[in-house]
């Protein structure tokens, strides 16, 4: 298996574009988290889906975000617009049932300016 | 809600030398908990896992990790570190809702 793939590795845009974070979880993993990494706040999840729904999204920091999961070998994450503060690694991580390890991706560095 | 706490932001010991690295938990449940590696520039790689049953935990790379309830603790250990383990280490606990909360996590340094 190829594992988790995140695309792009990395990402820079100017304040106020719109950017789409992508992934793709291990085939048969019913669950699916994006969580955002900066030095300041540590890892942060912002949203899981079990089954391509969404369950809990109170980790979304405010109406720019968004993610979706029109099946289950897909997922975006948009911010929309950027702003600075957004720059971080964001992560895709899967598992197969909710009790299992995470499995993660390489992440996405995402620079706003 | 759930929390975890690493107490130690960054951890130096020299090659050879054994090394543990501390976890707390809050949870009002049975807790699942994992140990998770990440080097620069990749993903959190897991380390190990405890569900149930015996307390002390084997995992990858010659690690282990003890369970201790009356503590809350799930403190990760290895007799002999190689420079290679230099990383960043992430201590999480998982609900049974699904959701993972981790630590803010321990950066190893390893000394020749």
């Known amino acids: 298996d190829a594992g988790v793939i995140q695309s792009p590795r990395h990402e820079v845009t100017e304040m106020g574009q719109e950017v789409t974070l992508r992934c793709k979880p291990i085939?048969?993993?019913?669950?699916l988290f994006w969580y955002r990494q900066t030095m300041m706040r540590g890892l942060e999840l912002l949203i899981y889906?079990?089954?391509?729904?969404?369950?809990?999204d109170s980790g979304m920091p405010e109406d720019r975000f968004s993610a979706k999961m029109p099946n289950a070998s897909f997922s975006t994450l948009k911010i929309q617009p950027s702003e600075p503060r957004d720059s971080a690694v964001y992560f895709c991580?899967?598992?197969?049932?909710?009790?299992?390890?995470?499995?993660f991706g390489n992440g996405t560095r995402l620079t706003v300016t | 809600a759930q929390s975890v706490t690493q107490p130690d932001i960054h951890i130096t010991v020299s090659e050879g030398a054994s090394l543990e690295l501390r976890c707390n938990y809050s949870y009002g449940a049975t807790p699942y908990l994992f140990w998770y590696v990440q080097s620069p520039g990749q993903g959190l790689q897991l380390l190990l896992k405890y569900f149930s049953g015996d307390t002390l935990v084997q995992g990858i790379k010659g690690f282990e990790a003890e369970f201790k309830r009356s503590q809350s603790s799930f403190n990760l250990r290895k007799p002999s570190v190689h420079w290679s383990d230099a990383a960043e280490y992430f201590c999480a606990v998982h609900t049974n809702a699904g959701k993972s909360t981790f630590g803010d996590g321990t950066t190893l340094t390893v000394k020749p």
């Open positions: 085939s048969g993993h019913d669950y």
């Open positions: 991580a899967s598992n197969p049932d909710r009790n299992s390890p995470l499995h």
């Open positions: 889906f079990n089954n391509n729904v969404p369950i809990d």
